[in-house]
């Protein structure tokens, strides 16, 4: 202060480490502001400077100043303790934590951010909820690389403890969103290690252990590795046996008839996806059995005779579940299986329509999903006799496919396009096609097969 607030405060020991100053510098700092943005007219940026660094203390008046500056009472800068505006931030919390169970993730993530913006008012376990809070409501919306860089920062962190509920939560879903973004290797490696520890600790019969495990298994088969998935699915559900938890149960049988299906036994996915849902159906847990749900759909689609109407029926209920609660990929997902189930019954707008929101979703980001709804538009674009543009449509998902980790998944795919060039009259596009896919599951062919660069073009 130019001259009153000097005359009006004190000199303090330099060392005051816990008093107004330290306090005023972090909380200016979280808001992101500058000492100038403090200062005025009453006072100048070198007393703001000489406050901060336990130089002087200020008079009430300045105190009110600083307050109204920095959106925070006088009793937090004086005391460093502010019980309203904590209690209101708790609230922040919990309203935020609700609405992620409820499916309403951009509130969710609004209410996490607001509180974080106040993290020195916070306690360190508040903070901690609030930044998983907000990792999960980011891989809810499908700000997936947003939701990792977070998630690493919290598994990686020494107040996380291994083995505790909070560090297998957190475990897993970073195990998710590495396998969402097609990076299974990584996923594959969080998982690996997440189980190897929880073994040490001789941990490996709880709810946490089953549902991390159950998290692997889907790695393991999105990236092809069916004997490990198998072998997993196995001890797991002879662990699940003696779970307390039927939702614990239903996840494990969940993800064995996952692998059911990979290994193309049909019948035995559908059994196993009917006893899930049985277990599941006692459970508050709506997003999850909306996908349980969802995949039964599926199943009966490839089953032998195809029941589309009733895939279409179960579909459309998980569709009107996961609209609500579950995350960006995930509605993606569905409305690309309502696609497919709409060409099937004839529908071709409406699996245009599908498979443009399905797109939507996921931003047109390069990812195995975003390539199967391309391919679901092309199949449609077909179906109305425009070649043309399914045959654009097919050079765009070709391209984007090039961009993604080599997995099962990504031989799947590889495997549709050319299926679909085939029907465009395309031999040369679906030989390429039919390549990369043995390709991506570690099988070449000879040399009459061989790909070439611009056999999409």
């Given at each position: 202060?130019?001259?009153?607030?000097?005359?009006?405060?004190?000199?303090?020991?330099?060392?005051?480490?816990?008093?107004?100053?330290?306090?005023?510098?972090?909380?200016?700092?979280?808001?992101?502001?500058?000492?100038?943005?403090?200062?005025?007219?009453?006072?100048?940026?070198?007393?703001?400077?000489?406050?901060?660094?336990?130089?002087?203390?200020?008079?009430?008046?300045?105190?009110?100043?600083?307050?109204?500056?920095?959106?925070?009472?006088?009793?937090?800068?004086?005391?460093?303790?502010?019980?309203?505006?904590?209690?209101?931030?708790?609230?922040?919390?919990?309203?935020?934590?609700?609405?992620?169970?409820?499916?309403?993730?951009?509130?969710?993530?609004?209410?996490?951010?607001?509180?974080?913006?106040?993290?020195?008012?916070?306690?360190?376990?508040?903070?901690?909820?609030?930044?998983?809070?907000?990792?999960?409501?980011?891989?809810?919306?499908g700000s997936l690389s947003a939701a990792?860089?977070?998630?690493?920062?919290?598994?990686?962190?020494?107040?996380?403890?291994?083995?505790?509920?909070?560090?297998?939560?957190?475990?897993?879903?970073?195990?998710?969103?590495?396998?969402?973004?097609?990076?299974?290797?990584?996923?594959?490696?969080?998982?690996?290690?997440?189980?190897?520890?929880?073994?040490?600790?001789?941990?490996?019969?709880?709810?946490?252990?089953?549902?991390?495990?159950?998290?692997?298994?889907?790695?393991?088969?999105?990236?092809?590795?069916?004997?490990?998935?198998?072998?997993?699915?196995?001890?797991?559900?002879?662990?699940?046996?003696?779970?307390?938890?039927?939702?614990?149960?239903?996840?494990?049988?969940?993800?064995?008839?996952?692998?059911?299906?990979?290994?193309?036994?049909?019948?035995?996915?559908?059994?196993?996806?009917?006893?899930?849902?049985?277990?599941?159906?006692?459970?508050?847990?709506?997003?999850?059995?909306?996908?349980?749900?969802?995949?039964?759909?599926?199943?009966?689609?490839?089953?032998?005779?195809?029941?589309?109407?009733?895939?279409?029926?179960?579909?459309?209920?998980?569709?009107?579940?996961?609209?609500?609660?579950?995350?960006?990929?995930?509605?993606?997902?569905?409305?690309?299986?309502?696609?497919?189930?709409?060409?099937?019954?004839?529908?071709?707008?409406?699996?245009?329509?599908?498979?443009?929101?399905?797109?939507?979703?996921?931003?047109?980001?390069?990812?195995?999903?975003?390539?199967?709804?391309?391919?679901?538009?092309?199949?449609?674009?077909?179906?109305?006799?425009?070649?043309?543009?399914?045959?654009?449509?097919?050079m765009t998902a070709a391209r984007d496919?090039?961009?993604?980790t080599p997995s099962r998944q990504t031989?799947?795919?590889?495997?549709?396009?050319?299926?679909?060039?085939?029907?465009?009259?395309?031999?040369?596009?679906?030989?390429?096609?039919?390549?990369?896919?043995?390709?991506?599951?570690?099988?070449?062919?000879?040399?009459?097969?061989?790909?070439?660069?611009?056999?999409?073009?």
């Amino acid at each position: 202060m130019h001259g009153s607030a000097a005359g009006e405060s004190m000199k303090l020991p330099q060392d005051d480490s816990t008093g107004i100053g330290p306090r005023l510098r972090e909380l200016r700092r979280a808001r992101g502001l500058h000492q100038q943005d403090l200062a005025s007219d009453e006072f100048s940026v070198s007393y703001v400077s000489l406050i901060e660094t336990g130089k002087r203390t200020p008079s009430k008046a300045v105190l009110q100043a600083l307050a109204d500056r920095l959106g925070c009472s006088v009793e937090y800068l004086r005391s460093g303790r502010d019980d309203n505006r904590i209690k209101e931030l708790e609230l922040k919390i919990a309203f935020g934590e609700m609405a992620l169970r409820n499916g309403e993730n951009g509130e969710a993530l609004q209410s996490f951010s607001e509180a974080l913006a106040d993290k020195p008012l916070l306690a360190d376990s508040s903070v901690r909820r609030a930044q998983i809070g907000l990792a999960l409501a980011l891989e809810k919306i499908g700000s997936l690389s947003a939701a990792v860089q977070l998630l690493t920062d919290l598994y990686e962190a020494p107040a996380t403890v291994v083995g505790s509920q909070e560090w297998s939560q957190i475990a897993a879903s970073l195990c998710r969103c590495y396998r969402e973004c097609g990076d299974l290797a990584l996923s594959a490696e969080v998982g690996e290690k997440a189980l190897q520890q929880l073994d040490q600790l001789g941990l490996e019969a709880t709810d946490d252990y089953i549902q991390l495990g159950s998290m692997l298994i889907g790695t393991y088969s999105m990236r092809g590795d069916l004997t490990r998935a198998h072998l997993l699915a196995n001890r797991l559900v002879a662990t699940a046996e003696d779970a307390e938890s039927q939702v614990t149960r239903g996840g494990v049988y969940w993800n064995a008839a996952q692998v059911a299906h990979a290994r193309g036994a049909t019948a035995d996915a559908l059994a196993l996806t009917e006893r899930a849902l049985h277990l599941m159906a006692a459970t508050d847990n709506l997003r999850h059995r909306a996908l349980l749900t969802a995949m039964h759909g599926s199943l009966l689609m490839e089953s032998d005779p195809p029941d589309v109407e009733r895939s279409w029926d179960l579909f459309t209920q998980a569709h009107d579940i996961l609209v609500q609660v579950g995350t960006a990929a995930e509605q993606a997902r569905l409305e690309n299986d309502l696609g497919v189930a709409s060409i099937r019954l004839g529908r071709v707008d409406d699996a245009l329509r599908h498979a443009s929101r399905a797109l939507g979703l996921l931003h047109n980001e390069p990812r195995w999903l975003t390539v199967q709804a391309r391919a679901t538009l092309a199949e449609a674009q077909l179906s109305m006799g425009d070649q043309a543009l399914a045959e654009e449509t097919l050079m765009t998902a070709a391209r984007d496919l090039r961009q993604v980790t080599p997995s099962r998944q990504t031989a799947l795919a590889w495997r549709r396009l050319g299926d679909l060039y085939q029907s465009c009259g395309k031999s040369d596009a679906a030989m390429t096609a039919f390549q990369r896919a043995l390709q991506d599951l570690g099988l070449r062919g000879g040399n009459q097969l061989k790909c070439t660069s611009n056999a999409f073009e």
